[in-house]
Structures are given as C-alpha cells and as structure tokens.
C-alpha cells in the first residue's frame, strides 16, 4: 500500500520526466529549418551592419524568401542590392516592400529611382504616380512626378504636379522654380516671373539659378 507522500514523490517524478522530455532532451530539439533562418537572420544583420553586402545578400535573400511578409527583410535586401548596383532586381524589393508594408510610402521615391537607374522610364513614372497617390501627401512626390512627366512628354501634367505640390508646401523653393519654367513655356511671363521672384525671397543664395530666367520673363513683356 502506497502512503500519501509515496504518491506524491511519485507524481513528482513523472512531472519532472515530462518537463525534460519537453524542454531538454535532445529528441524536442528546434527544427533544422528553424535553425538555419534564425541563423540567416542573424548573419543578414551581422553583415550589413558590417558593410559586407556581397557576402549579406545570400543569408538576406534566405530570410526574404522565407518571410515574404516581413517588409523589414525586402527593405534590407533592396538596400543591399543598391549597394552592389543591380538596379533591376533592387525595384523587384522596394516593389515587394510597397506590398508587404502597412507603411508603402516608406519605399518613396526609392522604387522610382532604381527604377530610373534601370532605365526603365514608364516603370519610374508609375511608381510615382502611385507615390504621389499614396497618404500622407508629400510635395516631395509631386515634385519628382513632375519631373518624370516631364522626361515622358507630358508637360501639362507636370505643370499640375507642381501646382499640387505647391498647395501641400507654399514654400518649396524648388516648386516655384519649376512651376515658374513650365509657366514661361505655357506663354504666362507674368505668372513666371512671380513665381522666379519667389523662388528668389525663398532661397536668396541660388539667385544664379533664377537670374537669367528674370531676364527672359522682362523682356517678354
């Protein structure tokens, strides 16, 4: 016959075999996949951290293969193939990143400059045209959309992108100059002038920049 205190060191060697069979024999030990991403990740860290991109990029492409939704790891690799100057496959992560992210905005105007750096013109303006879209508003958006309607042909649209930006921030010196350049070209020397003059009160020292578009708005009247 079992006393109560027999019972119970009974019971409590079966609760320690329990727990060590859980938690500490080798037979519960962390699954071979697991390892190895907890390992690229750390390597990932480790290396850019470090400035070895090269030797990042395996471990980092790893971990963003594996943790698709995890905008941190697109953004990382997209930074690293910056680094290494592989533009096309850069765009690939700030696009993926823009998926990923409760925070899209973030890859602005990345996307569209590695796009650009690819050559990849229609690429660049579509990017940014979902930028600009995109809250909170950014004049910084609007200002580079403008530029690549402008390289696409599409002067009117870029004149607007301007004028949008404007709106956002009254005094974004460089908006004025653009909108002032697109003003001109549109037959509106007043108008222009304007705006050259307040580039000018906004930014005194680029005053070489405004001057010789001064000039021309004069002697348009």
Known sequence: MHTPGARLAGAAIVLAVYYWALFI???????PSEAQLQSDIEASLRLFNAGRYAEALEPTERVSGQLPSQALYHERLALILQ???RPADEAREWEAMMAASPTPIDACPMVADAHRRNQRDDLELAALERCAGLKPAN???ELFL???LLRAGRPAEARQA???GLALSPDYADLHLLLGIRQFADGQPPL???SFERFLALAPDRRAEVASWLTRTRRAK
């Open 25 to 31: 024999s080798p037979a519960a030990a962390v699954d």
């Open 83 to 85: 680094r290494l100057e």
């Open 139 to 141: 004049p910084d958006f």
């Open 146 to 148: 403008g530029q690549a």
């Open 162 to 164: 301007f004028e949008r």
């Open 192 to 194: 222009a002038r304007a």
